[in-house]
């Protein structure tokens, strides 16, 4: 069984793909009142012309409120669990799973946050268990309490810590990796996640916060030079803070970007949808992490900067 936190967009994708191709899936959603129209509606996954891809009933799944964690899990401890939260939800969901008793060594939790700081925070709460970095590129858009658009096929690396026995490593592969595979995901296990994570955070700091301020899909910010000369501004800024900092990067990952507008060109990123919803961003853990290792290294990211006081600023409805 595999437990996955969060039922936003990514969340709705991995437990319904997971779920139709037989794994069972427990999913911890935010509100009571999410868990029941899931129960019972079940779990839509929608392509993004529109035809359904896969849809599992809600008797195919176990879905409950992240608050009842505690109690319902006293008799099925977890063994493998994906946070699919967004970064500024990690606290809560560590405060609801870090009390359990059967946060054992043998348990596995697999992260898939943008940006970076969240790692060391989850491995500090729940230090007996095995911790995987991951990154995705998969694009999903949610539609609806239950329903979701899986508006982009991308890949999934997940992080392989050094120290992982034999043992541990075979069950990871059985029980996750190649139910993955199975679900349809392409997944692949990673010794150099670090440096994927860097790659995936330099990404989502060039788009996510343009199309935020400019409030445009992610294929517009290739539709004028001067979008494309702001973007290259964050990028140079970017790999100046990581070569600040000994990161190691390549220069295919301004292609990479590129490649990520015209492939999500009709995607509208997560940080405009928040800042649509007036709801907490990711900004401080993306643009925000770059500016504080810019300054811990002794160099300025002011671009990042100055977008990053922007969009926290959005946050205050207007009028």
Not at 41 to 64: C, M, P, R, S, Y
């Amino acid at each position: 069984m595999i437990d996955i936190i969060g039922a936003g967009s990514l969340g709705l994708l991995f437990a319904g793909r997971l779920a139709a191709s037989g794994t069972k899936v427990r999913l911890w959603t935010r509100t009571l009142e999410q868990a029941r129209i899931i129960a019972c509606e079940g779990i839509t996954v929608l392509e993004k012309e529109g035809q359904v891809a896969v849809h599992v009933i809600g008797d195919t799944l176990k879905v409950a409120p992240l608050a009842d964690w505690q109690r319902l899990n006293s008799q099925v401890p977890p063994r493998w669990i994906l946070i699919m939260t967004k970064q500024g939800a990690i606290e809560e969901v560590l405060e609801q799973i870090k009390p359990a008793d059967n946060i054992e060594n043998d348990i596995g939790i697999i992260c898939l946050q943008n940006g970076i700081g969240h790692i060391e925070r989850i491995r500090q709460a729940c230090p007996e268990a095995t911790v995987y970095p991951a990154v995705t590129t998969e694009g999903a858009k949610r539609m609806g309490v239950a329903s979701v658009v899986h508006a982009g096929m991308g890949a999934t690396e997940i992080g392989c810590p050094d120290e992982l026995e034999e043992v541990q490593a075979g069950s990871f592969k059985q029980c996750v990796l190649n139910r993955l595979l199975a679900a349809g995901f392409d997944v692949c296990l990673s010794k150099e996640i670090e440096n994927g994570i860097y790659r995936k955070l330099l990404i989502n700091a060039v788009i996510n916060p343009l199309t935020a301020i400019w409030r445009i899909p992610n294929g517009e910010l290739l539709s004028d030079p001067g979008r494309i000369q702001m973007m290259r501004k964050l990028y140079e800024e970017g790999i100046q803070v990581y070569e600040a900092n000994g990161i190691r990067w390549d220069s295919v990952w301004w292609d990479q970007i590129m490649k990520v507008c015209r492939a999500t060109a009709e995607n509208q990123s997560s940080m405009l949808t928040d800042v649509l919803a007036h709801s907490m961003t990711e900004v401080a853990s993306i643009n925000g992490q770059l500016v504080q290792m810019a300054e811990q290294a002794g160099v300025t990211a002011p671009t990042h900067a100055v977008l990053w006081q922007l969009i926290e600023g959005m946050r205050l409805k207007e009028g």
